[in-house]
Every structure is written in structure tokens, then in C-alpha cells.
């Protein structure tokens, strides 16, 4: 049994930091872990703080908990620093999307093509970027044995440069394979009977390899959409077995895998009712103006909920947790409320990897993740300087990445992978010149735009407003 310091910056993302203290409580061999839960807002971070030593008392789970609004303190002596803090909040991410929308860029210039996700910025993101090497130097230098776990978007693009500009141990996370769980609950199969391996860069990660009792399972996805005509969406991320998809299958010949479908070309993006009819109507994804609209006022209710929830806390701190989450529950979604009861399942992980990645690379417990760290050779026909997202076998000696088998198609390569990379260069080489005129310069490229003066009016009017936000 080992015991170590994981500092959690961005803590006042309450269900993250929620799921995350609950696996902590479901790992036995970290008892006694201190955790230290930083967040520049003193309500969220005195929200989260209460709920998570509730949490861990209900669990009877020994953690010394620490909270704190300053970075340099939570950095200090870490062994492990979890970064899930998104510079701005959603109130950058809606402006900026705004300014882009006034100027003719339907759901704003960061939506381009292969990288469609709402709050995946990456071309006008500076200052989320500049805040990650802050981090990661204050990580380099005050605490160099550190590892730095990268969960704040973009991961991608956070991955590569950290990597490229730092001496730290970083490695990138993303729950985004465990749609493979959702897969094959819809094909009526076990998923722990299956044989699954991904491949990709974040966001963009491919099925390349599955099979069930050791036989090619491909054919049951094929069969799955031949019988889904009647298709429609539950809720606006449910779009794996979406048109998009299917296209998506047919064209590259693998399974786009979780928000991959978002993340597609310019075909099913655009307008909203383009949207509607690949993702699905009433929302057309989660990334069209219904769709985010319906995340976001789920995430202002949850927040709300929340924030009660821990004033009840302090004032009656004899009252359970668990009961009260039970009495709100039946106000959340199906899946929500699910996730809420696993809080207290001993045996049930939230499905975020972070706790069992430090178990293993303490206590020596391996464990197959899928990390996103640089490709060194992993991924056959991509730089090796560039951060993938595939499989890996994490121990107390590191991180040992999977054999990918079957290669990716070069269709997949070609198509798909190398433009995304592309654009991620774009973006880092911006960012790090700190140039302007070379987002104006993506924008050329764009269909959206139909003029030189629209693209250079947009870009100055988007970075001006950012930059109250730094």
C-alpha cells in the first residue's frame, strides 16, 4: 500500500473531481493518499471540497484532503498533477463562438474540419495553451519526479506541445474509447468478451481492431446499421450508430469511435439542418446551437445541484450524501443518475483512467489504458513527434504502448489522420509565434469564407475579446 500526493488543478469541475475521489476510495493499495484540489474560484473549490470529503467519509476511505486557490502551492511536492482546468470557462467558449457566428462562420472559426467538438478549441485557445506549459514547467521545476496527467481539452494539441517544450512527464487522457462499451451493448455482446484495440490522435480514434470469442466481430456493426433505418438519437452525443457513422465506416473502413463522428469533414456540418440529417434530429449532434444548448443547461443544473447539495452539507453535516443524491436523481437523465449511483458501488470505476493510472505506476498493478502520448513509431505512416491515442500496458516501469494490429488503413492515414495533424501544427505554430495573421491564413482555407476582409475582421475581433479572459 502506497500513499501519494495527486494535486487536481481545475477542481471545481465537481462530476470530474467527483468520479475521481470516488475511484480513489475503490483503490485500497493509495489509502491514505493526500489530495489537493486547486481552483482560482472560491465557491466551486469550497463546493467540490465539501462533496469530496463527504464522499470519501461515507466510503470510510482515509484521505487528507487539501484545498487551495494557489497553483505554485498545489504543484509543490505532487507526485501527480491532474490538469482539468479550462482558462476562460464555457463563457470564453460561447463568446468566441459568438464573434465567429456575427461574421458568417456558422458555430465559429475553432469549428473546422476533422475538429467539430464545442469546447475543443484549438485555434483561438492561446491562453488554455499558455496555461498548460505553465503548468508543466511549474512541474519541470518544483516537481520533476512528477507526472503530469493532461485531461483539459485540447488534449491533442496540449500533448504535443507539452512533450515538445518541456522536460516533464506527461501523458493525455480521454474517455473517449468507452463508446466500444456502449457498441457492443448495442450489438447484444460482452464487451469484456472482446478482443478491441484503438488508434488514432485524440478525438480522431479508429476501431481497428474487434473481434467477440475470437471471431471477427466487424460484421455485427455492418448488421447493426443495415438494421437501424429507423435510426434516431436518445439523447445528442448518442451518434454512434448515426449516418455520420455509416458514412464514415464506409468510406475509411474502420469505426470512428466516440467524438471521431463529431470530428468529420465539412459534409456533415454544414448548417443545422445538414447537421439534423446525419447526427439525428430534434438536436442534429451536440455540437449544433440545440444540441449545446441542451449540455450546457444540463451542466448549469448539475452545477446548481451541486452547490445546494454542499450548502446542505455545511450547515447539517450529520446528513448522508448518498441519500441526497438519491433524492435528486430522479431530475436527472438516465445516464447521469446512473453515474451518481456508482459513486458508491464498490465495485463499479467511474471509467476515467487518471486513479488507475497512478495505482499502476505505483503499486506496479498494470493496466491496459488508452494513453495519449508522442507516437515514437507506434502508429505505422505518422510523425513520431506528433501525440497518439492508442492501448498501452502501464506499470511501476512506465508506460509500454501496444503493438497496433492491424495497421491503420492508409485511407484512414491519408484522409483523416495527417489533415488533422496538419491543423494541429497550424494551430501550435500560432500559438507559439503568438501570430495572428496565420489563424487569418486558416480561415482563407475555410468554405465559410467568402472574403479577405470577413476572415481578417473575425480573427482580430475574436483574439481582442480573448484576451480579457487571460
Not at 92 to 106: A, D, K, N, V
Not at 304 to 317: D, F, G, H, Q, V
Request: aromatic letters at 10%; one cysteine or more; proline letters at 4%.
Amino acid at each position: 500500500m502506497s500513499s501519494v500526493n495527486i494535486s487536481i488543478v481545475g477542481a471545481g469541475s465537481a462530476v470530474f473531481s467527483m468520479r475521481l475521489v470516488s475511484d480513489l476510495c475503490k483503490t485500497p493499495a493509495l489509502s491514505g493518499s493526500r489530495v489537493t484540489l486547486m481552483d482560482k474560484d472560491e465557491e466551486r473549490l469550497r463546493t467540490v471540497h465539501v462533496l469530496a470529503r463527504k464522499l470519501a467519509s461515507e466510503l470510510d476511505y482515509t484521505i487528507d484532503f487539501v484545498a487551495t486557490k494557489n497553483l505554485e502551492q498545489a504543484v509543490e511536492g505532487a507526485d501527480f498533477v491532474i490538469n482539468t482546468a479550462l482558462v476562460g470557462g464555457h463563457a470564453f467558449l460561447s463568446e468566441i463562438r459568438e464573434i465567429g457566428e456575427r461574421h458568417g462562420y456558422f458555430r465559429g472559426i475553432d469549428s473546422q474540419e476533422f475538429n467539430m467538438v464545442s469546447d475543443y478549441y484549438t485555434l483561438t485557445n492561446w491562453n488554455q495553451l499558455e496555461f498548460m506549459l505553465r503548468l508543466a514547467k511549474l512541474v519541470e521545476t518544483r516537481a520533476p519526479d512528477a507526472w503530469l496527467l493532461l485531461a483539459s481539452n485540447p488534449v491533442f494539441e496540449g500533448t504535443t506541445l507539452l512533450n515538445r517544450h518541456t522536460q516533464a512527464n506527461i501523458v493525455g487522457f480521454c474517455h473517449g474509447y468507452l463508446i466500444i462499451e456502449e457498441i457492443c451493448r448495442k450489438l447484444g455482446i460482452e464487451f469484456s468478451e472482446t478482443d478491441w484495440q484503438v488508434a488514432g490522435v485524440n478525438h480522431g480514434i479508429w476501431l481497428n481492431r474487434f473481434q467477440y470469442k475470437g471471431d471477427e466481430a466487424y460484421r455485427r456493426i455492418r448488421d447493426e446499421f443495415s438494421h437501424s433505418k429507423k435510426w434516431a438519437p436518445s439523447n445528442p452525443f448518442d451518434d454512434s450508430f448515426s449516418p455520420a457513422a455509416r458514412v464514415m465506416l464506409d468510406f475509411y473502413g474502420l469505426m470512428p469511435i466516440g467524438d471521431t463522428v463529431r470530428n468529420s469533414s465539412w459534409a456533415f456540418h454544414y448548417d443545422n439542418e445538414t447537421k439534423e440529417r446525419w447526427y439525428g434530429e430534434p438536436w442534429g449532434g451536440v455540437d449544433s446551437a440545440k444540441g449545446w444548448q441542451w449540455y450546457t443547461d444540463l451542466l448549469g443544473f448539475v452545477v446548481k445541484m451541486l452547490r445546494e447539495l454542499s450548502m446542505i452539507l455545511e450547515n447539517e453535516p450529520d446528513k448522508s450524501l448518498k441519500e441526497l443524491l438519491s433524492n435528486v436523481s430522479s431530475a436527472l437523465p438516465e445516464d447521469l443518475a446512473g453515474e451518481v449511483s456508482t459513486f458508491f458501488n464498490p465495485d463499479l470505476m467511474s471509467g476515467e483512467q487518471h486513479i488507475p493510472f497512478i495505482n499502476a505506476i505505483v503499486n506496479d498493478e498494470k493496466a491496459r489504458l488508452v494513453v495519449n502520448v508522442l507516437n515514437k513509431g507506434t502508429i505505422h505512416g505518422l510523425p513520431d513527434d506528433i501525440a497518439i491515442e492508442s492501448p498501452a500496458i502501464v506499470s511501476s516501469a512506465g508506460i509500454k504502448m501496444e503493438e497496433i494490429y492491424p495497421h491503420l488503413p492508409q485511407r484512414i492515414i491519408k484522409w483523416y489522420l495527417l489533415p488533422r495533424i496538419l491543423r494541429m501544427e497550424w494551430a501550435l505554430e500560432a500559438f507559439l509565434n503568438k501570430d495572428t495573421s496565420l489563424i487569418t491564413e486558416v480561415l482563407f482555407r475555410d468554405p465559410r469564407t467568402k472574403s479577405r476582409e470577413q476572415a481578417e475582421r473575425a480573427v482580430s475581433e475574436v483574439f481582442k475579446a480573448a484576451q480579457k479572459y487571460h
